[in-house]
């Protein structure tokens, strides 16, 4: 069974910290591992990963994928408290028509 | 404004109700999904169409069922739920299988 693992489970940190997430697993059939936030509703596409070692940046946030060692890490620098949110790794396998999520980490910035 | 839309955003019914899910994509993706969110645990995997044929069923129970007339729009329809069946119901679209998946806003199910 694919399983992804994220760590930590919630996180309190306070603006202008850095932090990083980060997310493992166990699947059969890797295609690419996606990074995703969810606030209130809809989770919102941050970052898809395919290859080894190649760092995805967008502003403040930036990913990097490990397939020998199995994992990713989400960074997240000079945090604000709009990054407060749940963090959300997912796999995708197969033909990829299977998406696999991890329970997420609680960001919580405050003041 | 994600490009993926659903309705309703709040539905409560009884166990008795039959009623449908909408979800809408005005990204021309060829792919949609059905997801549900409970309290505690991950997303999971309800159903995958790919230009209009199903290609996943993820062991779902018969009350759920999906039907996608076209590449634009994704029903699930409910008949007799049961209180567990409460969750979250998130809708999701992408270009093909092998692309991000962009989600809806989701519909909260409250199953009395």
């Known amino acids: 069974e694919d399983k992804v693992v994220q760590s930590p489970l919630s996180l309190v940190v306070h603006e202008g910290d850095t932090v990083t997430l980060n997310c493992s697993y166990e699947v059969t059939n890797f295609r690419s591992l996606l990074w995703y936030k969810q606030e209130k509703k809809a989770p919102t596409f941050l970052f898809m990963l395919?290859?080894?070692?190649i760092e995805k940046k967008s502003g403040r946030l930036s990913s990097i994928l490990d397939k020998k060692e199995l994992f990713s890490i989400l960074n997240i620098t000079a945090t604000q408290t709009g990054d407060s949110a749940v963090y959300l790794c997912?796999?995708?396998?197969?033909?990829?028509?299977?998406?696999?999520f991890g329970t997420g980490t609680q960001l919580k910035v405050e003041l | 404004e994600t490009g993926v839309t659903q309705t309703p955003r709040h539905l409560v019914m009884g166990m008795t109700n039959k009623k449908s899910l909408k979800c809408e994509q005005h990204?021309?993706?060829?792919?949609m999904y059905w997801y549900k969110q409970s309290a505690k645990k991950p997303l999971e995997l309800m159903f995958v169409?790919?230009?209009?044929?199903?290609?996943e069923n993820n062991s779902v129970p018969s009350r759920f069922s999906p039907e996608c007339p076209n590449s634009s729009h994704l029903f699930l329809h409910l008949h007799t739920l049961q209180p567990e069946d409460s969750a979250l119901y998130l809708c999701?679209?992408?270009?093909?299988?092998?692309?991000?998946?962009?989600f809806g806003p989701g519909t909260r199910l409250l199953v009395l």
């Open positions: 169409y790919n230009f209009k044929e199903q290609t």
């Open positions: 999701a679209s992408s270009q093909d299988q092998e692309r991000a998946q962009y």
């Open positions: 990204l021309g993706h060829n792919a």
């Open positions: 395919t290859s080894s070692g």
């Open positions: 997912a796999v995708l396998t197969g033909g990829g028509n299977k998406l696999t």
